[in-house]
């Protein structure tokens, strides 16, 4: 067994950040240190692991395939070592200065950042909380779901973990109001089929309900862009004659003022349901169960409208 006592625990914090950077100065600036501090560690590390962990390939370092074996040991292992000092029995929203880490996609933050930092403000004005886009290329891991509080995305789309719903929308069609195919305020299978559609990826991993109905009408779009989120697709449709799939909120939101209109279409598209993510480890966190409560508070103000 590993004598713990000839340990240095804090290269645990050092090899995180050098496994998240990949890159030895961006590592020291993520944890305070110097480069050559940062460098001496690593040294210790390998000699630790008997293994160099990181290897140059041109201009860049890349991970050796023990490094890749112990990204998420390392990850549950900083979760677990911030749990010990960061979690406490009970959680006072009046007097806590915790900082929560929320992950989302674009469509989720636009709904969800005002209600929720103004309800934030209310019952706990030390509090902070960090957003930013969900992780897209790959998926959404456990290792994701350890680094942040909690990630907002749809349901259904392979993320394990515990889960709550928030809120719920629609998915419709939107074409520039003067596109030549539209009839009557409707595009046929023919015209999503011929038309330029734009194309909304949060990662090759992430299959989207739209996409899904097309592919069962047998409908292969021509490809007109590509982007990240559904935020971008009302201003790459307009003044075009392609068209996009979005959550209605977002039609709403940007119909009038781009100059298109909603498309009444053959799909039939599940009901898109957001919910609240976070890893099974934190949920005795209570902490966590009110901040949960937040999201849940804003996502009836999305529904619902603001209580007077």
């Known amino acids: 067994m590993t004598d713990l006592r000839k340990i240095d625990v804090n290269l645990i914090v050092v090899l995180d950040a050098i496994l998240n950077e990949m890159n030895l100065t961006r590592a020291g600036d993520a944890i305070g240190m110097s480069q050559p501090a940062v460098s001496g560690a690593l040294a210790r590390l ?35 070592i911030k749990r010990i000092f960061d979690i406490l029995p009970t959680f006072d929203p009046a007097t806590s200065t915790r900082t929560f880490y929320v992950a989302a996609s674009d469509y989720a933050l636009a709904q969800l950042t005002s209600p929720l930092i103004r309800l934030m403000k209310q019952e706990a004005p030390g509090t902070s909380v960090s957003f930013e886009t969900m992780p897209s290329q790959m998926g959404v891991s456990a290792v994701d779901l ?15 973990g515990k889960h709550q719903s928030l809120f719920s929308d629609n998915f419709v069609c939107i074409v520039d109001k003067n596109n030549p195919r539209l009839r009557d305020g409707k595009l046929e299978l023919s015209d999503l089929n011929e038309l330029r559609k734009v194309k909304v990826s949060f990662g090759d991993a992430i299959a989207l309900p739209t996409d899904i109905a097309m592919a069962e009408l047998g409908i292969t779009p021509q490809l ?25 909120r977002i039609a709403n939101e940007y119909s009038e003022r781009l100059g298109l209109v909603v498309a009444e279409t053959p799909l039939k598209v599940p009901v898109l349901i957001e919910s609240v993510h976070w890893h099974p480890s934190k949920s005795g966190d209570p902490a966590l169960k009110w901040l949960i409560g937040m999201l849940r508070k804003a996502a009836e103000e999305i529904e619902f409208g603001k209580a007077e």
């Open 46 to 80: 390998r000699t630790q692991f008997d293994d160099p962990l990181l290897v140059r390939n041109g201009k860049v370092f890349e991970p050796t395939a023990r490094a890749l074996e112990l990204r998420p040991v390392v990850t549950q292992a900083m979760v677990e």
């Open 224 to 248: 007109g862009i590509v982007v990240d989120g559904f935020l971008p697709v009302p201003f790459a449709v307009a003044q075009t004659t392609m068209y996009g799939l979005v959550p209605e």
């Open 146 to 160: 350890l680094r942040r509080d909690v990630i907002v995305a749809a349901t259904g789309v392979g993320i394990a």
